[in-house]
């Protein structure tokens, strides 16, 4: 059965979420649909250890704040599902969770968007599928040799699970290379070598760059949305987070790395069977991988819509793509709106991809 709506909003996340807070303030009738079974978005799949990299009252989405944790400067993931179940319910968001969207079509003066077990025919469409289930490895030469575990960020969760996953004992429960110079790399990286157990090893491209021990989340959103409307206003780019550095140096990251247990080795350029082939010719034998090299957009969704660009992204003048005006995008990075992959910044270009959506649908 087809049903009829105003807005289909792709994805129950924090940027689904924040959609659907401003889509009901400007009195548009809509549903989000949602392929996770339960509220929480991408947050309740992080690893055990992870933490935000602001405070709670400086992660909020719009019109309700994050309360604190109780004993948490920085809230975990668990603090953030519940704030984002209970962000769902507190303004009975439409949510169908186990909805999943597999396309979304042009059907006349409509947008056909196909979910598991329904269709829906609407005047415009929020994409909001974030990027968390696409992860990118990149194609290392011998990584369909290596004989060893590899894990993605995805599926890391915490530093035990290589004992019951079996890797090999060595001096403990293995060697663990960890790939990637980003926060995820560096904070997984810390996450087994405080745990003690296994033998790190870091591999980068480029020496790690860490922000100064007191800049937090809140300080990078100031600077990322300074750059934006820098640019916005035809003013030179300052380059943003970018300028700064590349990791956030949280208390987990801080203490590995004074404690001299971040062992930061250039990237190699091959795996073998038994482990790593570094530049030099050198080898070290190795358990276990787990490449924290980030994520591409989810966007398998749109493929009928022909919009994709380079890098996978879809041009957009603010949230709206250029080649479908009835579509928004939101949530994917800074393309779609400065820092909208953040809670606190995805709340600005989601009210504005709303009140678009309401003047579209009024004209």
């Given amino acids: 059965m087809t049903q009829s709506v105003d807005v289909v909003v792709v994805g129950g996340g924090q940027a689904g979420l924040a959609a659907g807070y401003h889509l009901r303030r400007q009195g548009i009738d809509f549903t989000i649909l949602d392929a996770d079974p339960a509220p929480g978005g991408a947050w309740q799949h992080m690893w055990d250890s992870l933490h935000l990299f602001s405070p709670a009252d400086h992660s909020s989405l719009?019109?309700?704040?994050?309360?604190?944790?109780?004993?948490?400067?920085?809230?975990?993931?668990?603090?953030?599902?519940?704030?984002?179940?209970?962000?769902?319910?507190?303004?009975?968001?439409?949510?169908?969770?186990g909805a999943r969207v597999g396309a979304v079509r042009r059907d006349g003066d409509r947008l056909l968007v196909e979910a598991d077990s329904s269709t829906w025919r609407a005047r415009a469409v929020i994409s909001a599928t974030g990027t968390w289930s696409r992860p990118f490895v990149p194609a290392v030469p011998g990584r369909g040799l290596f004989a060893g575990r590899q894990l993605h960020t995805v599926n890391y969760r915490r530093p035990a699970d290589f004992a019951e996953l079996g890797v090999p004992p060595a001096g403990g429960w293995g060697r663990v290379v960890v790939v990637g110079g980003g926060n995820s790399g560096a904070q997984i990286a810390a996450d087994l070598a405080l745990?003690?157990?296994v033998t790190v090893t870091w591999a980068t491209r480029?020496?790690?760059?860490?922000?100064?021990?007191?800049i937090d989340g809140r300080a990078l959103f100031d600077v990322a949305t300074a750059r934006r409307r820098a640019l916005d206003a035809g003013r030179g780019d300052t380059g943003g987070v970018a300028s700064l550095g590349d990791i956030v140096a949280v208390p987990p990251v801080r203490a590995a790395?004074?404690?001299g247990l971040l062992r930061v080795q250039p990237m190699f350029p091959r795996l073998t069977a038994t482990g790593i082939r570094w530049a030099d010719g050198s080898r070290s034998d190795a358990d276990a991988i787990v490449w924290c090299t980030g994520f591409r957009p989810a966007l398998a969704h749109l493929a009928p819509l022909d919009l994709r660009g380079p890098?996978?992204?879809?041009?957009?003048a603010g949230t709206r793509a250029v080649g479908e005006p009835r579509l928004h995008l939101l949530g994917y990075g800074d393309w779609t709106g400065p820092a909208s992959a953040t809670l606190i910044g995805v709340g600005r270009p989601a009210r504005d991809a709303a009140r678009d959506i309401a003047q579209q649908l009024s004209s």
Avoid at 65 to 80: F, I, K, N, S
Avoid at 84 to 94: I, M, N, S
Avoid at 206 to 214: A, G, T
Wanted: net charge negative; hydrophobic share 25%; glycine share 8%.
């Fill in 206 to 214: 480029r020496p790690p760059r860490f922000l100064p021990d007191d």
């Fill in 257 to 259: 790395r004074d404690a």
């Fill in 311 to 316: 890098r996978g992204h879809v041009a957009t």
């Fill in 195 to 197: 745990a003690g157990d």
């Fill in 62 to 97: 719009p019109g309700r704040l994050m309360p604190t944790q109780p004993g948490e400067t920085y809230p975990d993931t668990g603090h953030v599902v519940d704030y984002l179940a209970d962000y769902e319910k507190r303004y009975d968001l439409p949510v169908q969770h």
